[in-house]
Every structure is written in C-alpha cells, then in structure tokens.
C-alpha cells in the first residue's frame, strides 16, 4: 500500500481507491492512458487519519458521535468548527504546498473533496 500523504494523479490508479477515492483513481488512470487531464495531485486518506490521531480532532469526532448520535446537523456544524480551528500538521502542509510550488506559477486551480468510501464495493 502506498503510503504519501499526497500523490500525482499519474502515481495513482484503481487499486489506489481507499487512498484517493473512486473519483480520484479514475482521474489518475485517465491520465495514465493519456486523456487531457490537467496534472494534479490528491491529498490522501492517510493525511486525513494522520490528522485526526495526532490533534484533538479525532477524539473530539468521538466524544461528539456519542454524545450528540441524534443530530447529525450539529455533528456537522461542531465538527467543521474543529477542522477550520484546529491548525493542519505542518508535516501535511509542507507536502501540499511543495506539489503545489511543483505545479508552477500562476495556475488556476480546483479543490475537491473526494470521499474514498462512497465508491468502496461493500456500499
């Protein structure tokens, strides 16, 4: 298993769905077979875990499962306070912004969240 916590959409593929989401290993294998996909990169699943267990985030996304079960309205304003608060791990930062530096300058760009479950073949 791949274990970046970015990659290059050329460095991804199907197999690569838990990591960069259905979506996302599409992109990298329509890329690969030479389709004009503009270069991009994907944040990680793993960046996303590495996040939640080492801040507070985690065990806040916890303690508020169980403690507020029956509104998921709250879980999600609470939980996007958090990680708007909550400062990024420099070591995940420092990787974004070293493929975005990569990309060069004056680029226009697009982000998209991408959830690796949804396109998993157990849902």
């Known amino acids: 298993m791949k ?3 970015v990659l290059w959409l050329d460095h991804t593929g199907k197999e690569d ?3 960069v989401s259905g979506k ?3 992109l990298g294998e329509m890329f690969r077979a ?6 991009a990169f994907s944040v990680s699943a793993l960046a996303y875990k590495r996040q939640l267990a080492q801040t507070v985030i985690g ?3 916890d303690e508020l499962l169980r403690n507020h079960a029956e ?3 709250y879980q999600s304003q609470a939980a996007k306070q958090w990680f708007l608060a909550i400062p990024m791990l420099p070591e995940i930062e ?4 070293e493929y975005y530096r990569q990309m060069g300058n004056q680029i226009r760009v697009a982000v998209r969240s991408l959830a690796t479950a949804e ?3 157990s849902l």
């Open 59 to 61: 065990s806040k996304l």
């Open 34 to 39: 030479g389709f004009p996909i503009p270069r």
């Open 119 to 121: 396109d998993l073949p």
């Open 24 to 26: 996302g290993a599409n």
């Open 71 to 73: 509104d998921p309205e």
């Open 94 to 97: 420092n990787r974004i912004r």
């Open 3 to 5: 274990k970046d916590l």
């Open 17 to 19: 769905i838990s990591l």
